[in-house]
C-alpha cells in the first residue's frame, strides 16, 4: 500500500507488522517519533501481544530489552546519539550474549559540545561492539531493512542495528510502500529463539569467563558475523521475490560499470551523491558510486569486487576518527590492501553541516585533477580554525573552542572568556 507518511511513521509500522512482544523506550531525539508511534499502536490494541514499557534510561531500555529477549520473546527499542553511549555497557552484553534484539538507531552527533543534527559519529562509535550494522538510504529501505533485521538476527542469533539519518529521514515525509502484514509474515517465520531461559532447564547466562575461553567466545561472534556476509544477499534476494523490490543487500553500485572514479558513502547523502553523478555523468566524468548497507559484518569481498575497475576511489563520510581521520576509508583501504588504488578521504556533514551538490562537484572534481587530499573536510572554514589556534597560542585563557569558533564565524550572542 503506498502511503505518504513520516520516515518514523514508517519504521513504526514496519515494526508493528513484524509483530514485537517487548518494546522498551526512553525518549531521545530524533528517534522519539518512532517510539511513540508504537506506543500508541500497543494502546489502541492495533498491535496486539506487546508489552510496552516507558523506563528511565537508555541503559534500563537495553537491559529490559536484554531480559525480554533472554526470557524468549521478540524485543525491539530504538535510540540515538548520546542515548546509544548512555547504553554502551548494555549493548556489548546484548550481542556477547547473542540476543536478537533489533535496534533503530536515528543517527545523530556526539557532544560535546550539544549537536542534536545528522552525523554518524554514534553508532560508529560502536561499530566493534558485535552487532549487526545497517544503513538506510531512504526511507523506503529503512522500512524494508528493519523486516530483515529481524529475519536475519533470530536466523544467527545477533542483535542487528538499523541506522537511518536523523531529521534527514527520520523526520522526513515520503511515499513508502507499506507491506501487508500476509506479506511479512510470508517472509518472516514465528520467532523460535536459539536459546531461551527456562525453569525447567536452569542455565546461567552472561557469567564469568576467564582465559581459557574468552577467546574462543568472541571468535564465535566473529564467525557469526562472517555468517551473516552469506546470508544478507540471499534474504535480500528473497525480500525482492515476497515484497517485489530490491532492498537491502550488502553494497548497492550506481553508474559504476565503466567508472574511473567511485565514491563509496553510507545512508541519505548517496540521494545527492547520485544527482551530482548524473550531472557529472552528461559532463562526459566517468564517475560512479558505491553505497553501503551492510557497515558491519564489512561486506570486504563485495567492496573488493566492486572498486576493482576503479582508478581512484572517494569515501565521503560523516564521522571523524579524531587524531587519525576517516573510518569508514580505513575500511576500504582494507578491502584494497592488495591493490593500489588510491583512496581520498572526504569527511563531510558533521553535526548536521549541509552537503550541496557544488561542493561535491568540487571535491570530485579535485580527484579527477589529483589534487584531492588524502584527507580533507567538505566546506570546513579553514581560517576560523586558524584565528582560534592564533588565539590558542597567544592567550592561554583563551575561552571553551566551540564558542571561539562560534564568534570567528559570526554567531550573534557568542562568548569567549
Known sequence: MLKQTEGSHAVAEAVALCRPEVIC???????????????????SGELANCEFINVE???????????????????????????????????????????????????????????????????????DCGWIQLFAEDNQEALDLHIQAFRLGEELSLPVMVCMDGFILTHAYERVDLPTASQVDAYLPPYLP?????????VSIGAMVGPEAFMEVRYLAHAKQMQALGLIPGYA????????????GLVRAYRAEDAETIVVALGSV???????????????????????????????????AALAGAKRVVVLEKSLAVGLGGIVSNNVRTALATQDTPVHTVIAGLGGRTITRDSLRKAFAQAFAGRLE???????????????????????RSG??????????GVPGARVG
Not at 536459539?194 to 536452569?202: K, V
Not at 571553551?400 to 562560534?406: F, H, K, N, S
Open 25 to 43: 523506550a526512553y525518549p531521545i531525539s530524533p528517534q522519539t517519533h518512532i517510539v511513540e508511534a508504537l506506543g500508541e499502536m500497543v494502546k
Open 57 to 127: 534510561s537508555e541503559f534500563a531500555a537495553m537491559s529490559v530489552a536484554i531480559g525480554a529477549s533472554a526470557a524468549g520473546a521478540r524485543a525491539y527499542t530504538a535510540t540515538a546519539s548520546q542515548g546509544l553511549l548512555f547504553m554502551a555497557e548494555a549493548v556489548f552484553n546484548a550481542s556477547g550474549l547473542g540476543l536478537p534484539i533489533v535496534m533503530t538507531v536515528a543517527n545523530r552527533a556526539i557532544g560535546a559540545p550539544i549537536n542534536i543534527w545528522n552525523d554518524h559519529s554514534d553508532t560508529m562509535s560502536q561499530r
Open 194 to 202: 536459539r536459546q531461551i531461559l527456562d525453569p525447567a532447564e536452569p
Open 237 to 248: 534476494e528473497e525480500f525482492r521475490s515476497v515484497f517485489g523490490r530490491d532492498s537491502g
Open 270 to 304: 548517496l540521494g545527492t551523491i547520485k544527482d551530482t553523478i548524473d550531472e557529472m555523468r552528461d559532463q562526459g566524468a566517468k564517475i560512479g558510486a558505491l553505497g553501503i548497507t551492510c557497515f558491519r559484518p564489512w561486506p570486504l569481498a563485495a567492496v573488493r
Open 374 to 396: 588524502p584527507l580533507s573536510f567538505l566546506d570546513l572554514d579553514h581560517a576560523a580554525v586558524d584565528r582560534v589556534l592564533a588565539r590558542e597560542r597567544e592567550v592561554r
Open 400 to 409: 571553551p573552542i566551540a564558542e571561539a569558533l562560534l564568534r570567528e564565524r
